[in-house]
């Protein structure tokens, strides 16, 4: 008997309008949309901005049929959100791999970004986009649950009460993800480690390898054949600028000043604002190689060791970068862009967000 997934993978074909139809009728979807669409329009005249947006939305919903439908009509707007907000983007890596499902680790900086950048490389090789892993703590409305799964992206349930229910929401989650990239030729992202790296400090956790390792228990290669045949990929996006460093940077320096950080119940969808419409210089998201050598592949820590140096190689020293770095060591670090950041950044934070920026140089 085949397991159930209908609770936390990507909605199908036959989803799409009854979650298109239930995101017209949302107000704080319509007026996220509205702050990105009509800035002056939704701040003088929010009524008004919502209204408009409505009736684009279902205009356009009216022609989609298919996800693949959704994502095409996606396409032009990351285009638009990378004209905007970006200098220059540079994709590397990707041209070495053959068309193929993989399941993609990557580094974590932006909760939209990362996973739209990667899915933007692959829809411009002409290559299907990935399967994309969120947490539930992400999902405090509804509308933010169907656009999630609209997009591809599956469920992460972290909110999880006992070892017995945490055991089995582990094992449905390693089971799809392995069923997705092996049954069904889609590729999966997942992120090293859960949530943003806000610190800056790209590390991979050995919890997320042994999660993905539980499903091939049962492979007759053994648990490093299984993750051999998931052709994992490790992927590095390089940030010259994060549009939400100075909200990372005020977390960090709370939660050490203060002992904690309650975080408002709109703040997780400011910053997926925050990070699409904020400018971001040069990025680069860099492909790397299948972790194909057995020994890491049977231990989790050292398999995260692997991961980790690829990116190491993966990386892209920005500018933002190494001026941090040197500012760090007392040095000359002269930058205009990270002069700029912490002009915008509450002084008290000033010192956290050097740190963030400077990190992946001191690794």
């Not at 329009?41 to 929010?46: D, V």
């Not at 692959?122 to 002409?126: D, E, K, Y």
């Not at 060791?305 to 190491?312: G, V, W």
């Given at each position: 008997?085949s397991?159930?997934?209908?609770?936390?993978?990507p909605?199908g074909?036959?989803d799409l309008k009854?979650?298109?139809?239930?995101?017209?009728?949302?107000?704080p979807?319509?007026?996220?949309?509205?702050?990105l669409?009509?800035?002056k329009?939704?701040?003088?005249?929010?009524g008004?901005a919502?209204?408009l947006?409505?009736?684009?939305?279902?205009s356009?919903f009216?022609?989609?049929?298919t996800?693949a439908?959704?994502?095409?009509k996606?396409?032009?707007?990351?285009?638009?959100?990378?004209?905007?907000t970006i200098d220059?983007?540079?994709?590397?890596?990707?041209?070495?791999?053959?068309?193929?499902?993989?399941l993609f680790?990557?580094n974590?900086?932006?909760i939209?970004m990362?996973?739209a950048?990667?899915?933007w490389a692959?829809?411009?090789?002409?290559r299907?986009?990935?399967?994309?892993?969120i947490?539930?703590?992400?999902?405090?409305?509804?509308?933010v649950?169907?656009?999630?799964?609209?997009?591809k992206?599956f469920?992460v349930?972290?909110?999880v009460?006992?070892?017995?229910?945490?055991?089995?929401?582990?094992?449905q989650?390693s089971?799809?993800?392995?069923?997705?990239v092996?049954?069904?030729?889609?590729?999966i992202?997942?992120a090293?480690?859960?949530?943003?790296?806000?610190?800056?400090?790209?590390k991979?956790?050995?919890?997320?390898?042994?999660?993905i390792?539980?499903?091939?228990?049962?492979?007759?290669e053994?648990?490093a054949?299984?993750?051999?045949?998931?052709?994992?990929v490790?992927?590095?996006?390089?940030?010259?600028?994060d549009?939400c460093?100075?909200?990372?940077?005020?977390?960090?320096?709370k939660?050490?000043?203060?002992?904690?950080?309650a975080?408002?119940?709109?703040e997780?969808l400011?910053?997926?604002?925050?990070?699409i419409?904020?400018?971001?210089?040069r990025?680069?998201?860099?492909?790397?190689?299948?972790?194909?050598?057995?020994?890491?592949l049977?231990?989790?820590?050292?398999?995260a060791?692997?991961?980790?140096?690829?990116?190491?190689e993966?990386?892209e020293?920005?500018?933002?970068?190494?001026?941090?770095?040197?500012?760090?060591?007392?040095?000359?670090?002269?930058s205009?862009k990270?002069?700029?950041r912490l002009?915008?950044?509450?002084?008290?934070?000033?010192?956290?967000?050097?740190?963030?920026y400077?990190?992946?140089?001191?690794?």
């Open positions: 008997m397991q159930d997934y209908s609770n936390i993978a909605y074909d036959e009854p979650a298109l139809n239930r995101l017209i009728k949302s107000t979807f319509l007026a996220g949309v509205a702050r669409a009509l800035p329009t939704s701040m003088l005249w929010p008004l919502r209204f947006i409505a009736q684009r939305l279902r356009q009216k022609r989609l049929n996800i439908d959704l994502q095409d996606v396409a032009p707007f990351m285009a638009k959100v990378i004209k905007n220059d983007l540079t994709i590397t890596g990707l041209d070495q791999l053959p068309k193929q499902p993989y680790i990557s974590h900086r932006d939209v990362d996973p950048l990667v899915n692959l829809h411009s090789a002409g299907d986009t990935v399967r994309i892993a947490g539930d703590n992400l999902i405090k409305q509804p509308f649950e169907d656009l999630m799964r609209l997009n992206s469920i349930r972290r909110n009460a006992g070892p017995r229910e945490l055991a089995k929401v582990v094992g989650l089971s799809y993800i392995g069923h997705s092996l049954n069904e030729n889609q590729s992202w997942i090293q480690k859960e949530g943003r790296a806000k610190d800056g400090i790209d991979s956790d050995p919890a997320i390898i042994k999660m390792s539980m499903a091939g228990r049962k492979h007759p053994g648990v054949g299984y993750l051999k045949s998931l052709s994992i490790p992927v590095y996006i390089s940030y010259e600028v549009p460093d100075s909200a990372k940077a005020v977390e960090l320096w939660t050490q000043a203060e002992g904690g950080y975080k408002a119940d709109s997780d400011e910053n997926i604002v925050l990070g419409k904020g400018y971001k210089g990025v680069k998201v860099a492909f790397g190689q299948p972790i194909e050598d057995e020994a890491a049977s231990n989790p820590t050292d398999l060791q692997a991961i980790d140096a690829q990116m190491r993966l990386y020293p920005m500018e933002t970068n190494i001026a941090a770095a040197k500012r760090l060591k007392g040095q000359e670090g002269p205009t990270l002069d700029e002009s915008h950044c509450p002084e008290p934070a000033r010192s956290r967000l050097l740190e963030t400077a990190a992946p140089e001191l690794d």
